[in-house]
Nanobody, 123 residues
Framework: QVQLVESGGGLVQAGGSLRLSCAAS????????MGWFRQAAGKEREFVAA????????RYADSVKGRFTISGDTAKNTVYLQMNSLKPEDTAVYYC????????????????WGQGTQGTVSS
């Protein structure tokens, strides 16, 4: 059974940092695209970042570029999202996803999803 489990969310003040983890089990995702999405209350789920392992590149939403960093540890089958200089508008439930796809920014492209972890940034 394939599982993605996120952790590391919490409450932080504006300007602070959080590091999210996504532990995968049930199969090896070394060749998959791993993405992070977020969904704020009352809003649609949006793309945050992705690591496209087939070509060894990363992609970011403009809103987080320069503040967030996605990375992975293939030996641990884990993906991380380091979030720095956090803003109140970063408050959301953050989801990890995995897929073998081309359209990395589209949620529908991902086959596997975690349950989400809440990140809250206070002003």
């Amino acid at each position: 059974q394939v599982q993605l489990v996120e952790s590391g969310g919490g409450l932080v003040q504006a300007g602070g940092s959080l590091r999210l983890s996504c532990a995968a089990s049930g199969r090896t995702f070394s060749s998959y695209t791993m993405g992070w999405f977020r969904q704020a209350a009352g809003k649609e789920r949006e793309f945050v970042a992705a690591v496209i392992r087939s070509v060894g590149t990363t992609r970011y939403a403009d809103s987080v570029k320069g503040r967030f960093t996605i990375s992975g540890d293939t030996a641990k089958n884990t993906v991380y999202l380091q979030m720095n200089s956090l803003k109140p508008e970063d408050t959301a439930v953050y989801y990890c996803a995995a897929g073998v796809i081309g359209q990395y920014a589209f949620a529908a492209s991902y086959a596997y999803w975690g349950q989400g972890t809440q990140g809250t940034v206070s002003s």
